[in-house]
């Protein structure tokens, strides 16, 4: 076996045929290993060193042919689950419904969301640097009778993109959540295992890869450990007139922790909401309280109650789909990193602004208005669903610019679901909607010099 195996390695026409179709396709974004990075320097600064020689290949294609002829329906199982769409897709999922499962506020959910899909974003980018630094071909180019059982990507295959996202990402929680870190690390080497499974990579893949994801994944983390986000709050908002109150303010501090592409939170801090008592104030508090009831919006408002997250993210992946992008992995990180960020430093602008002015609820100004469900326990200017909805449109306008009014569209659903509930006027949402907006801006500026569309 293993003559036969060196003779096909060592053939310079099956060297030179593999390489020679590797170049005929349509690579996925040879370029982005140049894109912009936001905890490492650049892609090129965590390249790896080169493939194995063809010996040492000898023994990395004897283990994928001896996976893929174990393949059973449980491998296969696995293989389905993880291929279901770019690296980034699953563990996004992940990411989410821990936030979900542990009922996280508002802003540690979106710190968390920003922290993954970054850590996601540099390891592909990272990935991509050293995959066309050395270009080596996938185990099938080497050996044709492996069958694969998935389609094979149309880039190199040194390192793996997959282990590359998934150590990252399982790092990134594991920090975060530390009662759960075997769980990650175990998905995490399931996410590897299944590209080996597959027939589509080296084991030496998976290695290189995962080394790409552990570093960043260490980076990322270094930054979440100086975001302030462990500042304690020792203050309190005490009962006043026209001024908002609560024994139990939620992330009172967000507005002091860093943001990743604002200089700091109050950099688009808008002007004072009128004043309690004042004729516009007034008014904005009597639309909410003689605003008609509907089927409809209640629905609307019970949809988004529970997270502005998870709606996006549904939205984020099935445009993914629709442009193939689920087949093109640095474009889909891409995504998923400037949506979570532009919705991460919205939300962290919009506390900035609430615990400024510290402006009463709807229900708090006049007692006959009913809620739909609970005012949260933090101030009402301006809407958290519209500042974190403003900021995500606009990133995704930006990718995706055909839609733009599709996505101008569903932030405003998501901002008026609030005045729907009656826990927000329309000023509320009217200035969360702008200071999103002008958040994406600078995201995607952010953007542009290198990954851009």
């Not at 442009?323 to 991460?344: F, G, K, S």
């Amino acid at each position: 076996m293993n003559r036969s195996i060196i003779r096909i390695i060592n053939s310079a026409c099956v060297l030179t045929a593999a390489a020679s179709a590797l170049a005929a396709q349509s690579l996925v974004e040879p370029g982005a290993g140049g894109w912009r990075t936001f905890v490492i320097s650049s892609g090129q600064a965590l390249r790896v060193a080169p493939p194995p020689d063809e010996y040492a290949t000898v023994s990395d294609l004897q283990q994928v042919q001896a996976s893929v002829a174990s393949r059973d329906a449980a491998a296969m199982a696995q293989i389905v689950y993880w291929d279901a769409g770019p690296p980034s897709y699953r563990w996004i999922q992940i990411a989410a419904q821990e936030f979900a499962n542990r009922n996280l506020a508002p802003t540690l959910a979106t710190r968390e969301m920003a922290l993954v899909a970054a850590a996601i974003n540099d390891a592909t980018v990272a990935t991509w640097d050293s995959k066309f630094a050395y270009n080596r071909p996938r185990p099938a180019d080497f050996d044709p009778t492996i069958q694969p059982a998935v389609a094979v990507p149309k880039v190199p295959g040194y390192p793996s993109e997959y282990s590359a996202t998934a150590a990252a990402a399982s790092a990134v929680l594991s920090y975060l959540f530390p009662d759960s870190a075997d769980r990650f690390q175990q998905l995490a080497a399931q996410d590897s295992a299944s590209r080996l499974l597959a027939g589509v990579e080296f084991p030496s893949d998976g290695s290189a890869g995962s080394a790409i994801g552990q570093a960043v994944g260490q980076a990322v983390i270094n930054y979440a450990k100086a975001d302030g986000s462990d500042a304690v709050f020792s203050g309190s908002f005490p009962s006043a007139p026209g001024v908002w109150s609560s024994p139990n303010p939620v992330t009172p501090l967000a507005g002091s922790w860093k943001p990743w592409v604002l200089t700091q939170a109050s950099d688009v801090r808008p002007d004072a909401p009128p004043a309690f008592g004042s004729p516009q104030m007034t008014d904005l508090v009597a639309m909410v309280k003689n605003q008609p009831k509907s089927t409809t919006a209640s629905r609307t408002a019970w949809v988004w109650q529970a997270s502005f997250i998870t709606p996006w993210l549904d939205t984020i992946y099935q445009k993914l789909s629709e442009y193939r992008l689920d087949q093109d992995a640095p474009r889909a990180a891409q995504v998923y990193a400037l949506t979570m960020v532009a919705m991460h430093d919205a939300t962290l602008a919009c506390w900035d602004t609430k615990y400024t002015y510290l402006e009463l609820r709807p229900s708090m100004a006049d007692s006959e208005i009913t809620t739909l469900f609970p005012n949260p326990q933090h101030p009402g200017y301006p809407s958290g669903h519209a500042c974190a909805s403003g900021g995500i449109a606009g990133v995704l306008a930006w990718s995706f610019p055909t839609e733009a009014q599709y996505f101008t569209d569903r932030a405003g659903e998501a901002g008026e679901s609030t005045f729907d509930a009656a826990i927000h006027t329309q000023f509320d949402v009217d200035t969360g909607l702008k200071l999103g907006q002008a958040v994406a801006q600078r995201v995607t500026a952010f953007a542009t010099p290198a990954g851009s569309q």
